[in-house]
């Protein structure tokens, strides 16, 4: 009997048979017969294709300590089916990049690696991942977690967990969804700030209510390296940062300040994401709080951005056909995607995974908050964009700038800094 955990698998490599086709002739009367003829067709079936022979005895797994655990089972599973052992290499996630860049090219890097999805423009670069199919588990996943590790019109990863922001608020002070903004500010709401350098990350919802999105995208949904808030919408945040944000955010107040307040129920709300949750879920009670959407300031959607993680595959692996099938059919497995959450707490990309965590507050009230969030570019010219634009957005709360003549340097310092 197969391993509850593990399911029924079809055989790798398609085997097929062709239905048998039947001719009958039809024959002619007996007086006719030295006229007549009669035809047989005979019956064919192809051959069944036999599937591939691995090429490997081992892939080799790079992974942190939270992702490794729920592989071992249907690691043993996939051996005992192909004769393919599975190694894994325990790392620290922040280190798996810049290891990988380095160590894959020279043919010691691992088989498959775990890692962020804004490493993609990076990794695909420097030549050392190569894209995915993931037939029939593509649709298994959300669309914006697909979509954060497609990248040049190819997909390079498969998600397996997200994340993004949303309003955390404290029951008593706000025990409903606000239906504004106005709403919201009345009763208070925080971002955590820094007086120097702001934090355009999660003031980005605040920023795309205006239509003032961070780049420009191709019709396939990836960006392109053109900043798309040089227009009126960035013009009118701007504004709006100068006249009425710089009445509601306290620049001087950072993460530990406002996580003081809001557990001590000082503050209302706090825009946020999930890792701050747990503190606030604990100091209020399981009741005491809710995760709500953030309202819109300039009128259109708010926009989060999503950030992903996934399993790249190596361009270097000696058998991409059954690496990827390890990846597809095993690693993407229903059972497996929730105990990847169950030990690591992080949002799945995995529909059934995520609809298992339904009891979950802080996981499906992120999730759920985080239904139109967008990946967050991982174009390379992302790396250009974040200092001047956090730097001009704390100066505009401060009001220390003019926002128009503001707004107009960050974009040309940004597209100084893009064009390099």
């Not at 691995?54 to 992702?67: N, Q, R």
């Not at 052992?85 to 990049?97: D, M, N, Q, S």
């Not at 396939?220 to 960035?234: A, E, F, H, I, T």
Request: some cysteine.
């Amino acid at each position: 009997m197969l391993n509850a955990r593990k399911r029924k698998l079809l055989a790798f490599g398609a085997i097929t048979a062709s239905a048998a086709l039947v001719l009958s002739g039809c024959a002619a009367s007996d007086e006719a017969s030295d006229s007549a003829t009669e035809t047989e067709t005979e019956t064919t079936e192809e051959e069944p294709e036999a599937p591939a022979d691995p090429s490997i005895d081992s892939i080799t797994i790079w992974a942190d300590d939270l992702t490794v655990p729920p592989l071992e089972g249907v690691a043993a599973d996939f051996e005992a089916d192909t004769g393919i052992a599975v190694e894994f290499v325990i790392k620290e996630f922040g280190a798996i990049r810049e290891e990988a860049i380095t160590a894959i090219p020279t043919g010691e890097g691992p088989d498959l690696m775990v890692g962020a999805h804004d490493w993609t423009g990076q990794l695909v670069s420097a030549g050392v991942v190569a894209p995915v199919e993931l037939g029939a588990a593509l649709s298994d996943f959300t669309e914006n977690s697909v979509a954060a590790f497609s990248y040049d019109g190819s997909l390079y990863g498969m998600p397996y967990a997200v994340e993004n922001i949303g309003l955390v608020c404290n029951s008593d002070l706000m025990p409903a969804q606000p239906a504004t903004w106005d709403e919201l500010a009345e009763a208070g709401v925080q971002i955590a700030l820094n007086p120097d350098s702001g934090d355009p990350y999660h003031m980005y919802p605040l920023q795309t209510s205006f239509g003032a999105f961070v780049f420009e995208k191709n019709e396939d949904g990836s960006y392109k390296p053109n900043l798309d808030m040089n227009n009126q919408g960035g013009l009118d945040f701007a504004q709006w940062l100068y006249d009425e944000g710089s009445q509601v955010f306290d620049v001087n107040a950072g993460y530990d300040i406002v996580n003081e307040q809001i557990q001590s129920g000082e503050l209302a709300c706090w825009i946020t994401g999930p890792w701050a949750a747990p503190g606030i879920a604990e100091a209020l009670g399981e009741d005491g709080y809710e995760i709500y959407n953030i309202p819109s300031v300039g009128g259109e959607t708010p926009v989060q951005f999503l950030g992903a993680r996934g399993f790249y595959v190596s361009a270097q692996t000696e058998d991409q056909l059954f690496v990827t099938k390890f990846l597809t059919e095993y690693i993407a497995n229903a059972d497996v995607q929730t105990e990847i959450f169950e030990l690591g707490g992080r949002i799945p990309a995995h529909k059934d995974a995520l609809a298992a965590a339904a009891d979950d507050k802080i996981t499906s009230g992120f999730g759920a908050v985080g239904v139109n969030a967008e990946p967050m570019p991982a174009i390379p010219a992302m790396n250009s964009v974040w200092a001047s634009w956090g730097a001009t957005q704390a100066a505009l709360l401060q009001q220390a700038v003019d926002p128009e003549e503001a707004w107009t340097k960050m974009i040309e310092d940004i597209e100084t800094a893009i064009a390099g």
